[in-house]
Nanobody, 126 residues
Framework: QVQLVESGGGLVQAGGSLRLSCASS????????MGWFRQAPGKEREFVAA????????FYADSVKGRFTISRENAKNTMYLQMNSLKPEDTAVYYC???????????????????WGQGTQVTVSS
């Protein structure tokens, strides 16, 4: 089981920004698509964003397009989610995830997630 550790969550006012990080000790992390999901209270976990192993392609949920930016630094084995113009409806636990396939250049799906992080809480106040 690959260990993924999220950080950067917290409480922010609407319109504010946060940057989440996801770090891993997996030496072959740079071969895998990674991404973020979130789960609000009483709701199902949903896809937020993904970035391919090379970093050349990114994918976003419609609800965050234009506000969130996903990126990765393979040399540091770390992925980021820059969240701007936050809204109360962005409040959720955010989970880092990694696709189990190597060199796959598509987005993430629940069926192909190899490992999940423990989650980090993001709370946006109105």
């Amino acid at each position: 089981q690959v260990q993924l550790v999220e950080s950067g969550g917290g409480l922010v006012q609407a319109g504010g920004s946060l940057r989440l990080s996801c770090a891993s000790s997996l030496r072959t992390l740079n071969r895998h698509t990674m991404g973020w999901f979130r789960q609000a209270p009483g709701k199902e976990r949903e896809f937020v964003a993904a970035i391919t192993w090379s970093g050349t392609s990114t994918f976003y949920a419609d609800s965050v397009k234009g506000r969130f930016t996903i990126s990765r630094e393979n040399a540091k084995n770390t992925m980021y989610l820059q969240m701007n113009s936050l809204k109360p409806e962005d409040t959720a636990v955010y989970y880092c995830a990694i696709d189990h396939r190597e060199f796959y250049s598509g987005s993430l799906s629940f069926e192909t997630i190899g490992s999940w992080g423990q989650g980090t809480q993001v709370t946006v106040s109105s």
